[in-house]
Nanobody, 121 residues
Framework: VQLQASGGGLVQAGGSLRLSCAAS????????MGWFRQAPGKEREFVAI????????RYTDSVKGRFTISRDNAKNTVYLQMNSLKPEDAAVYYC???????????????WGQGTQVTVSS
């Protein structure tokens, strides 16, 4: 599975962005898909995960109610809709694929290249 993330950019606080992650290769539907983020000087942190068929999701507490993860298996794409963005959401966002229902980065098998999200105050 190869992953290509896109959709990052500069947005004002309170604004919205939608990140996309396009997957190529077979067996995409066998993987849970997640988003992580890493801000400068900080460790990579879990943001959200969606189940193989998109019926279950999980979020880190700091984004609950503001971010929505979804997937379109017909398009081999996973999305992260980010609303009410805050300066502390600024980071490089990575999509990743895992065979497990996990929030631990080491348990993800494939990673995209990252897309930068900048939030101005």
């Amino acid at each position: 599975v190869q992953l290509q993330a896109s959709g990052g950019g500069l947005v004002q606080a309170g604004g919205s962005l939608r990140l996309s992650c396009a997957a190529s290769g077979n067996m995409y539907n066998r993987y849970r898909m997640g988003w992580f983020r890493q801000a400068p000087g900080k460790e990579r942190e879990f943001v959200a995960i969606v189940s193989r068929h998109g019926t279950s999701t999980r979020y880190t507490d700091s984004v609950k109610g503001r971010f929505t993860i979804s997937r379109d298996n017909a398009k081999n794409t996973v999305y992260l809709q980010m609303n009410s963005l805050k300066p502390e959401d600024a980071a490089v966002y990575y999509c990743a694929a895992s065979r497990l229902w996990s929030s631990v980065s080491d348990e993800f098998d494939y990673w995209g290249q990252g897309t930068q999200v900048t939030v101005s105050s």
